[in-house]
């Protein structure tokens, strides 16, 4: 709009008040071209036109206020800074001050500037560098959808038209557009997650993408994946520092990225040059391949916190041991000191205890995922606050004496500490073993003789379909293994790879093939130059279905090819292997000057490939595939669950020997919730049994130790002790296990999905924590079965005085003891007479009932007041929370006046007896150990 009343330029006064003085810098074109500038005075336009010359031009314009609001320059220059009273630049992005358009081979640069005053006169400055117009195609992929919002677009003078947005920016200048990007899908959940990492800017689902001249004419896909390529390539670069930095091990997991950034640049190349379907697929296996791998990254990153802290743990037991050993009275300073020691030692030898210290800077949790490292945050925090507790109260040597005693508790009862410690390793290391590896797959392997070297690629596919029909007739497994074509990005992708000396291919289509009699026949048309054909080579199935031989004729596609060969079976190829993709179906073989534009099969590279190479075409090239459906008939439904899993077969020769690879399917693993459920009670039971089991080994142990002053606190955190010594050292060796297990299965399975927590997280919480758990309980029976509570004891219910009797209820538990009781009871008998007042026990009797004992009775003559003669039945408690119950009666059945007046009396001294038979019960142990 302003452009065109700029053309009809106008002298808005005939009296000239000031003079404008115009001078442009830049490229050297830019000072001798032709200048028009379009002015604003009110609501009026008007337009100023020169040739400059050095740099300069001068215009006699109006006196008043008025701003120049756009600059124009023939194609392709364009003013990226105007300097006047303030100045205006070009920025790239949505919030710059000069915006462009193109129009009639002239760039237009819209700006607003009032010049600035210099004395009479008046002075603009204006900077002009050569610009390009980028074309950005439009154009969806399968998996994302792609278009500029219209406040960017307006803000950095975009303008678009059925095929296409257009953008000018200056040489060397980078514009940074704001791209609406409908990931679909997995991808989406992708986005986000590099988005909490720091590596892209993906708010609300816009991607800032940054667009240059060099792009020229590509399409908007391209730019939102290069975009993508480029951000996870510079994170990984800072990420490979820092880790060299640390000495942190990470090279598999770096050598995974790479692979996978390589099949993403691949991806953006296509993209560049119009593949858009090609590009776009290989750009989401590049994409997906990089955050599976960049996760698993951040994943031992982060459980490098809780390995460390797990260590932190054992550090404090040692050092708190250790300075127990030190003939000092300052045992604190002394723990803290070997404590401090033994960090400084782990920070500077241990590189995962740099890597913990470092995860835990502000800088790194800034760019790492939320999930992994909540986990670690709240695992660290839970142990730290375990070691400050255990700082805070380990009083002396108490918890040196304590752990120290679980050890010959374990010494003394070895055959079942060591099954203990070996059943829960064993769970431990299944449990880690096959949740840390998130999906394990079935990896197929052979080995076959050859002197290749070098590496070849073919594209497997299982189909495993599961018909279930229901209980009585059970389920149908059907297994169907096929191959497909490579696709062309990985062809170039690997074709390219520094190491590659030569490349072969397979390359097959479907043709028909015309017989002396009948229709056509379909079959595979297969040309390959990984063998030398002369002729064509024709399977054995196909030549009796055209009943030709070796001599005769055939006509494909209207050429005649002479039949060379027929073949029992599939041909070896220069990798030693043999043609197996179109095993079972029916094809000939062609030289490879026939193969031009036909799909690969099989790409074949000599030369020397990196060790990784093979692990990393794993990982990359697999996916699966799930598709449930129900079919109904006069039988009944059937479930049907189809599970395609894609995979890369890779063959792999070093010289004497080709091995291939591809991964058939899953192993079967734990998934969820109720599995681990299943595990930790498993453990906890084996906890539980074995303490329990130590209870009643270890009764009259407990008791010398209560006798010594030893509270049932103390005796059930023995066993919460004992039981957590189990986990640790469960866990331990449990850990070991699973790297021997996963070290003797990496030839069978592979971890192609990142893991969410690590071997050393799981194996120690699958062990430790159940061990605790299963220590509760037999740390509440050591407290209420095997040591009697002193304050159950303290204060009983009041005493009730009755017509003939006086009864009374006392707190004392006898579980189990019950036998130890009576004979506690009878040897009352023999007690001291009182010498002024109190009970004399002149006989005790028991009375049982099924065997069992159902109460004692006293004859007691009491002395107090009065004196009085008393038959006392005591009730042995029938259930762990009655009390044990008393009544006296009347000896001779006539309850009188002397038994009124000293009832009371009798009981509070019974009572008090009876109190006594804890003292005494420890006592008698003593003696009998």
């Not at 009948?518 to 002369?534: C, E, I, Q, R």
């Not at 669950?641 to 070093?654: E, F, K, Q, W």
């Not at 929370?881 to 008393?886: D, F, G, H, P, T």
Request: overall charge neutral; proline content about 3%.
């Amino acid at each position: 709009m302003l452009i065109i009343i700029a053309q009809y330029i106008a002298v808005a006064d005939s009296q000239p008040q000031n003079k404008l003085i115009v001078t442009v810098s830049g490229d050297p074109e830019a000072t001798s071209s032709h200048l028009t500038l379009v002015i604003k005075q009110g609501d009026k336009y008007s337009g100023l036109s020169c040739q400059l010359s050095a740099g300069r031009c001068e215009f006699n314009v109006s006196r008043g206020t008025f701003y120049v609001v756009a600059a124009v320059f023939p194609a392709p220059l364009a003013a990226v800074r105007v300097r006047g009273d303030v100045e205006k630049i070009w920025t790239g992005d949505r919030d710059t001050e000069i915006r462009y358009r193109y129009q009639d081979g002239r760039l237009e640069s819209h700006f607003s500037v009032q010049p600035a005053s210099e004395g009479e006169a008046l002075s603009l400055h204006i900077e002009a560098r050569r610009a390009c117009v980028v074309k950005l195609k439009k154009g969806d992929i399968d998996s994302a959808h792609f278009r500029i919002e219209g406040w960017s677009r307006w803000r950095m003078g975009i303008w678009e038209d059925k095929e296409a947005y257009y953008l000018v920016i200056p040489r060397g200048g980078v514009a940074w557009l704001r791209v609406d990007v409908e990931f679909q899908g997995r991808l989406l959940d992708i986005a986000r997650e590099l988005s909490s990492y720091g590596i892209i800017d993906f708010y609300r689902e816009v991607l800032t993408c940054p667009v240059q001249c060099k792009y020229g004419n590509t399409s908007l896909a391209y730019v939102v994946f290069n975009s993508l390529y480029t951000s996870i390539k510079s994170y990984v670069e800072d990420e490979r520092e820092s880790l060299a930095r640390l000495g942190f091990k990470a090279d598999s997991y770096l050598q995974d990225i790479d692979y996978s950034l390589g099949i993403l640049q691949q991806a953006t190349l296509m993209l560049k040059e119009g593949d858009v379907e090609e590009g776009g697929a290989l750009a989401e296996k590049g994409l997906i391949s990089c955050y599976l791998a960049l996760h698993a990254l951040k994943s031992a990153e982060s459980d490098s916190v809780i390995s460390f802290l797990f260590l932190l743990i054992l550090t404090f037991f040692v050092s708190t041991i250790a300075s127990n050993l030190v003939e000092t009275e300052r045992r604190g300073l002394a723990a803290i000191a070997i404590f401090a020691i033994l960090l400084a030692a782990e920070l500077i030898l241990l590189p995962h205890a740099r890597m913990a210290i470092y995860v835990l800077t502000p800088e790194y949790i800034g760019r790492s995922s939320s999930s992994a490292l909540g986990f670690s945050l709240f695992t660290s925090f839970v142990t730290l606050g375990v070691i400050i507790s255990l700082a805070f109260f380990a009083k002396g040597t108490f918890l040196s004496d304590m752990f120290w005693y679980t050890v010959r508790n374990m010494r003394k009862r070895k055959l079942r500490a060591i099954l203990t410690v070996v059943s829960i390793a064993v769970v431990a290391s299944a449990s880690a073993f096959f949740l840390s590896l998130g999906s394990a797959t079935i990896i197929k392997e052979e080995g076959l003789q050859s002197d290749f070297q070098g590496l070849s690629m073919s594209s497997h596919i299982t189909t495993i379909t599961y018909i279930y029909r229901g209980v009585d007739i059970g389920t149908e497994v059907i297994v169907k293994e096929t191959y497909q074509p490579v696709s062309p990005g990985i062809v170039k992708w690997l074709s390219n790879m520094p190491w590659v000396r030569e490349r072969y291919v397979v390359a097959a289509d479907l043709v028909y093939i015309k017989k002396n009699h009948g229709p056509p026949l379909k079959a595979y048309l297969v040309a390959t130059n990984a063998t030398k054909v002369d002729g064509a080579w024709v399977s054995k199935n196909l030549a009796e279905k055209l009943q030709v031989g070796e001599g005769d004729s055939i006509n494909i596609n209207g050429k005649e090819f002479k039949v060379t060969r027929v073949l029992d079976k599939p041909p070896l190829l220069i990798d030693g292997t043999p043609l197996i993709e179109f095993e079972g179906s029916d094809y000939l073989i062609l030289p490879s000057l026939e193969n031009a534009g036909m799909p690969i099969y099989r790409i074949i590279l000599e030369g020397k490939p990196p060790e990784s190479t093979v692990d990393a075409l794993l990982k990359i090239g697999f996916d699966k595939i799930v598709k449930h459906s129900s079919f109904g008939g006069q039988q009944g439904t059937a479930q049907i669950t189809i599970n395609t899993y894609l995979s890369y077969r890779v063959c792999a020769g070093d010289g004497e020997q080709t091995t291939c690879k591809y991964i058939f399917g899953e192993v079967q693993r734990f998934s969820g919730t109720p599995e681990f459920i299943v595990v930790m009670a498993i453990s906890s039971l084996t906890i539980t049994t074995v303490l329990l089991g130590s209870i009643y080994e270890k009764r009259r142990e407990y008791s010398i130790m209560t006798s010594l002053g030893a509270s049932p606190g103390h005796i059930a955190l023995l066993l919460l002790i004992e039981g957590f010594t189990y986990g640790v050292i469960g866990g331990a060796a449990g850990y070991l296990l699973a790297n021997i297990l996963q070290t003797a299965f990496r030839e069978s399975t592979a971890a192609v999905t990142s893991q969410t927590v690590g071997q050393v997280v799981l194996c120690f919480t699958v062990a430790i924590v159940p061990s605790i758990i299963g220590s509760l309980l037999p740390a509440r029976k050591a407290i209420l079965y095997v040591v009697p509570s002193r304050s159950l004891m303290v204060k009983g219910e009041e005493i009730r005085v009755k017509e003939d009797h006086v009864e009374a209820e006392l707190p004392l538990r006898l579980a189990g003891d019950e036998e130890l009781f009576a004979e506690y009871i009878k040897s009352l008998a023999g007690k001291r007479p009182p010498i002024e007042w109190g009970p004399l026990y002149m006989r005790a009797e028991e009375y049982r009932q099924n065997g069992e004992l159902e109460r004692l009775e006293l004859l007691v003559s009491f002395k107090g007041k009065r004196s009085a003669l008393y038959r006392v039945k005591i009730y042995p408690p029938k259930s762990r929370k009655a009390n044990l119950r008393i009544e006296a009666y009347a000896a001779k059945g006539s309850w009188g006046v002397e038994h009124k007046t000293t009832a009371k009396e009798l009981i509070l001294s019974i009572r008090g007896d009876l109190l006594n038979y804890v003292e005494w019960k420890k006592k008698k142990t003593t003696q009998d150990d």
